[in-house]
């Protein structure tokens, strides 16, 4: 409120807040690793049991020579109700299981090593098991209720510090997603309502809107099929795990048909206040287009007010936004400290593989898709108009707002690049609100990964369309501010039934990926109105 608590001018220009994120990530990140108690070297001989039953498969680590039963000798256990699921974790452990259905694994030396003969060959299956996690990083109250075996190791090795400030960035990465999605709901509804009704303002654009929508559609969904080929072929998520995860959900069941259908059915509220209560995103966005439309049809002095009324919300959500990503360097400090603390370096192995996956997947169609677009469509040399469009995408980049490289794009692709003010006087500013491919790209590829670290969730062809689709939804409703994306994927995890908790630690990566794609975005933009210019107006020649 007190706009005095807010840095000075001249602190942000010096510290731009791309900066600052950085800076907290490398700061938080240090302190994590320095934090991080690291493993504790299991001295005694353990045995990993493997039953197969009825339920599924069991897992069970006891210490050796317990007896059978004995609740304290009970290091581990875990249940997969398939073999899917169980093969995920013990890949070639699943192997062994395929003749026998109990194997005994015996630790020696800190290993647990088995060797089967199968088919004339010799599987051997081995794990480093010498280490558990540091148990200094539970609270009493969870030590209590380990097994007793990890309560003889909680005493040797007791909470200590490291815990305490856990707790504490824990508490602060959490306060941080609750501003971002205490602000969602309102942010959507008002851009969407005031990009909606602002096209009315345009009348007489029929054909260029209806052209316009068109490769609005196609581009976003070629980004998205882009992301989803690359997330698959690469599959980051595969064996890691995320911070905070680790709990087995359930996936939506149900065939392509059935999915598609309660889809549809959600974007027809029944009582849209009750969505908006909800948070119910497909039911918010489909209300407040036609809400956006039906103010264009009343018209005349109650539309406008309306519309007046809107867009003053909107610019006052979008403040709002702009105000709670200033805390993202707090927010993304928390959650690195709390990332490197809990899981030490392997964290970055995971991060590493997740952002070269959207890195790839946007050069393509920022490289490739879209230049041919151009080419073919827009009859203009690629080359050429990306060299005028320069002082715009670097804009985009380093604010990383389309909305901030708007009033540039605009200027750059009609003095730089010669398309009509006609064209993109409507292409663009329409384009900066509902068209952003690298979003939904990367709408798309993120929740990919989430659900390929989430244990026991399996993403069926079905439930990747229902993420294209509601990615390509998220990019439309995400406002042209930094983050807005990371807002927006709640609609994306809530269609298919991941928890919004998943996302806390793709943020702290998310400031350089959203440079990224907000460039993308601009690009398309851009893009966009050389093709639409092209077939919409008589045809010009580059020049
Ligand atoms: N920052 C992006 C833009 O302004 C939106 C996003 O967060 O994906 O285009």
Redesign the pocket.
């Known amino acids: 409120m007190d706009p005095h608590t807010e840095p000075s001018k001249t602190q942000r220009q010096r510290w731009p807040l791309h900066f600052r994120i950085l800076a907290a990530m490398v700061v938080g990140t240090v302190i994590g690793l320095a934090l991080n108690p690291g493993k504790i070297p299991l001295t005694q001989d353990v045995h990993l049991q493997v039953t197969r039953s009825d339920e599924g498969i069991s897992v069970q680590e006891t210490v050796t020579g317990a007896e059978d039963g004995d609740a304290a000798a009970i290091l581990f256990r875990e249940s997969f109700a398939s073999d899917d699921e169980f093969r995920r974790s013990y890949p070639r452990l699943m192997e062994l299981l395929g003749e026998n259905d109990t194997v005994q694994v015996p630790v020696t030396d800190g290993v647990a090593r088995v060797q089967h003969e199968m088919s004339g060959t010799t599987v051997i299956w081995q794990r480093k098991h010498n280490e558990v996690p540091a148990v200094s990083q539970f609270s009493a109250r969870e030590i209590d209720q380990l097994p007793a075996f990890w309560k003889q190791i909680a005493t040797e090795h007791p909470p200590g510090v490291t815990h305490q400030v856990i707790s504490l960035v824990r508490f602060i990465g959490d306060l941080f997603l609750r501003l971002l999605k205490m602000v969602t709901v309102p942010l959507i509804a008002t851009s969407l309502i005031t990009g909606v009704a602002g096209l009315g303002a345009h009348g007489g654009f029929g054909r260029m809107f209806g052209r316009t929508l068109f490769y609005y559609l196609g581009t976003s969904l070629l980004a998205i099929t882009t992301g989803i080929i690359l997330v698959n072929i690469i599959q980051p998520g595969v064996g890691a795990t995320l911070p905070g995860g680790g709990r087995t959900i359930s996936s939506p069941e149900g065939t392509l048909g059935e999915i598609l259908i309660a889809q549809l059915l959600r974007m027809i509220p029944q009582n849209p206040v009750q969505a908006f209560a909800n948070g119910e995103f497909l039911s918010i966005i489909s209300f407040s287009i036609l809400f956006g439309m039906f103010i264009n049809v009343v018209g005349g002095d109650s539309g406008k007010r309306l519309a007046d009324f809107f867009d003053a919300a909107f610019h006052v959500m979008m403040r709002m936004t702009t105000w709670i990503i200033g805390f993202a360097p707090i927010g993304v400090f928390a959650f690195m400290l709390y990332a490197t603390a809990t899981q030490g370096f392997e964290i970055f192995g995971i991060l590493a593989k997740y952002m070269i996956t959207v890195f790839l997947a946007l050069l393509i169609h920022g490289c490739v898709t879209l230049p041919v677009l151009v080419r073919i469509f827009g009859r203009r040399s690629p080359v050429a108009f990306a060299k005028a469009m320069t002082p715009s995408l670097l804009t985009?980049f380093s604010t990383?707002?389309?909305?901030a490289a708007l009033p540039l794009t605009m200027s750059c692709v009609e003095q730089r690049a010669g398309v009509s003010n006609r064209t993109s006087s409507f292409v663009l500013p329409l384009g900066?609100t509902i068209n952003?491919d690298?979003?939904a790209l990367?709408e798309a590829v993120a929740v990919l990964f989430i659900a390929q670290a989430t244990p026991g969730f399996d993403l069926t062809l079905a439930q990747q369309i229902t993420v294209a689709i509601t990615a390509l939804l998220a990019s439309v409703g995400?406002?042209?501010?930094?983050?807005?994306?990371?807002v927006m994927m709640a609609i994306v995890l809530q269609a298919v039934g991941l928890p919004l908790e998943s996302q806390g630690i793709i943020i702290a990566v998310d400031r350089i990926l959203?440079m990224c794609?907000?460039t993308v975005?601009?690009w398309s933009d851009s893009c966009g109105c050389a093709v639409i210019d092209r077939v919409t107006n008589s045809p010009q020649s580059e020049s």
Do not use: F, Q
Not at 478 to 486: C, F, S, T, V
């Open positions: 985009a990383a707002s389309s909305n900066a952003m690298g979003t990367y995400a406002a042209g501010i930094p983050h807005a994306g990371l959203d794609r907000t975005n601009v």
